[in-house]
Structure formats: structure tokens, C-alpha cells
T-cell receptor
Framework: DSGVTQTPKHLITATGQRVTLRCSPR?????VYWYQQSLDQGLQFLIH???????AKGNILERFSAQQFPDLHSELNLSSLELGDSALYFC?????????????FGDGTRLSIL | KNQVEQSPQSLIILEGKNCTLQ??????????LRWYKQDTGRGPVSLTI?????NTKSNGRYTATLDADTKQSSLHITASQLSDSASYIC????????????FGTGTRLKVLA
């Protein structure tokens, strides 16, 4: 158990809809990262938050947004969903300190768009 | 273009044997290189993290090497076990103002009894 909790584990919805994925980081970790893993593109980095502030952006679509709250949990919002958004969405957290800290991943939210 | 390539795509070995997985990258400017193990349906688990100045790092039966000059890394698994069956993913971090993470497509390892 990595200590990172993601909810829900599975989500099935239709095209055009909006969903929110939630992540609770490990106790003491200030950084939260979001990743997308699809069959055709592998793992991709989406966005990184540190103590409530956005730190880095990767290949995150404009239809997607994220935030980290004062209690350090994070939410990834996906809107105007398309079939291609079907994927596993992972959250990871890491402790404060040097940039080379290990990231601890949750077990993901599997999003299926019908 | 920043890219990470892993080889082989898949590998089958017998329990108890050793194996080596390769990772070549063209990421610049390089910050660090990570190896992850990912079991099917689970999140990746960190094995090693290496910076530019580190040549070798071990984590139990896993040993990673890094040659920053040739931009190559390898992950050596010693005395493989059935539980080593998983995907192994190489990730290179680039510091371009902020950090970016570029993932390889992974090597799928199957260990047979």
C-alpha cells in the first residue's frame, strides 16, 4: 500500500460529460502529480502541484484542470469528455525537499467513456 | 525532440535467471532518470532514481546503471522471481524552467517457473 488514495476506482460515463477524480496524498507529502495511462500512448505526465500551487504542466488538455486544496488533497476535473479520454488516471505524491524524491503512486482511477 | 526508448518491448525468462533491460533517451537538459515497476492494474512503484553524477544504484535484486555521456541506462534484475513479472518503465526528467517527465513505453517482463 503506497499510502496514496484515489477515488473512485472505476468511472463509466458518456461523451460530453464532466467528471472529477480525487486524490489524497501520503501523510506529510506536499507534492501531487497527475498522470494519464492509455493503451496507445503509455504513461503521460499531466500536472504537478506543490502545497496548493501549480508547479509544472505536461500534456494536459485545456478541457482538463486540476487543483490542490489546503488539506493537500487534489482533484482532477475532466470536461467535455471524448472517447479518447478513456484511460487510467494516476495520482502520485512525494515529500518536500530535493527534486529527486521518489513518487508514490495510487492505484488509479479507470475512466471509461461510452 | 525529448524521447525515451526502451528495449526489448517484452521478455520471457526462467525463474532464477538474470536479465537486463535497456533505456535510451534524448532528453535535455537532463535532471534525473527513474525506473518503475508496474504490476498489471496497479500504480507504478519506484525502484531507483539516479542523477547525472550517479553511475549505479541498487535496490535489492535490482541494479540500475546510467551513462550520461551516451544517454543510456540499464536495469539489471538478478536471480529473477515469479513476482518480478511486471512492466518496467524508464522515466527521464528534464528541467526546462519547471520539471517535465518523459516516459518510455516500458518492457513487459514475464518470469516462468
Amino acid at each position: 500500500d503506497s499510502g496514496v488514495t484515489q477515488t473512485p476506482k472505476h468511472l463509466i460515463t458518456a461523451t460530453g460529460q464532466r467528471v472529477t477524480l480525487r486524490c489524497s496524498p501520503r501523510s506529510g507529502d506536499l507534492s501531487v502529480y497527475w498522470y494519464q495511462q492509455s493503451l496507445d500512448q503509455g504513461l503521460q505526465f499531466l500536472i504537478h502541484y506543490y502545497n496548493g500551487e501549480e508547479r509544472a504542466k505536461g500534456n494536459i488538455l485545456e478541457r482538463f484542470s486540476a487543483q490542490q486544496f489546503p488539506d493537500l488533497h487534489s482533484e482532477l476535473n475532466l470536461s467535455s469528455l471524448e472517447l479518447g479520454d478513456s484511460a487510467l488516471y494516476f495520482c502520485a505524491s512525494s515529500p518536500p525537499g530535493r527534486a529527486n524524491q521518489p513518487q508514490h503512486f495510487g492505484d488509479g482511477t479507470r475512466l471509461s467513456i461510452l | 525532440k525529448n524521447q525515451v526508448e526502451q528495449s526489448p518491448q517484452s521478455l520471457i525468462i526462467l525463474e532464477g535467471k538474470n536479465c537486463t533491460l535497456q533505456c535510451n533517451y534524448t532528453v535535455s537538459p537532463f535532471s534525473n532518470l527513474r525506473w518503475y515497476k508496474q504490476d498489471t492494474g496497479r500504480g507504478p512503484v519506484s525502484l531507483t532514481i539516479m542523477t547525472f553524477s550517479e553511475n549505479t544504484k541498487s535496490n535489492g535484486r535490482y541494479t540500475a546503471t546510467l551513462d550520461a555521456d551516451t544517454k543510456q541506462s540499464s536495469l539489471h534484475i538478478t536471480a529473477s522471481q515469479l513476482s518480478d513479472s511486471a512492466s518496467y518503465i524508464c522515466v527521464v526528467s528534464a528541467q526546462l524552467g519547471t520539471y517535465k517527465y518523459i516516459f518510455g513505453t516500458g518492457t513487459r517482463l514475464k518470469v516462468l517457473a
